[in-house]
Nanobody, 127 residues
Framework: QVQLVESGGGLVQAGGSLRLSCATS????????MGWFRQAPGKEREFVAA????????YYRDSVKGRFDISRDNAKTTLYLQMISLKLEDTGAYFC????????????????????WGQGTQVTVSS
């Protein structure tokens, strides 16, 4: 059974930090391209960050560059998103996504490229 379980969300003041985790099971983690997406109330889901299968190649949306860091621990089959200097506009439900792919060296940026999704964890940034 495939499971992606996010955790680490919460309420934080602007300027604060959070670390999201996505524990994965039922999939060959070291063969997965993975990403984080978010959705704010009333808005469409948007790409946040992605990491390739191998080589630790990463990509971020412009608004989070320099503040967010995506990483993976293959031994723990867990994906992370370290977020610092959080802003009000970072508020939303954060989802991790995973897929097997032949494109092992390139992060995948399109939600349609991912086959597996977690249920999400809420991040609320207050002023």
């Amino acid at each position: 059974q495939v499971q992606l379980v996010e955790s680490g969300g919460g309420l934080v003041q602007a300027g604060g930090s959070l670390r999201l985790s996505c524990a994965t099971s039922g999939l060959p983690f070291n063969r997965l391209a993975m990403g984080w997406f978010r959705q704010a109330p009333g808005k469409e889901r948007e790409f946040v960050a992605a990491i390739a299968v191998i080589g630790d190649s990463t990509y971020y949306r412009d608004s989070v560059k320099g503040r967010f860091d995506i990483s993976r621990d293959n031994a723990k089959t867990t994906l992370y998103l370290q977020m610092i200097s959080l802003k009000l506009e970072d508020t939303g439900a954060y989802f991790c996504a995973a897929t097997t792919t032949w494109e092992v060296a390139r992060p995948l940026l399109d939600a349609e490229q991912y086959n597996y999704w977690g249920q999400g964890t809420q991040v609320t940034v207050s002023s």
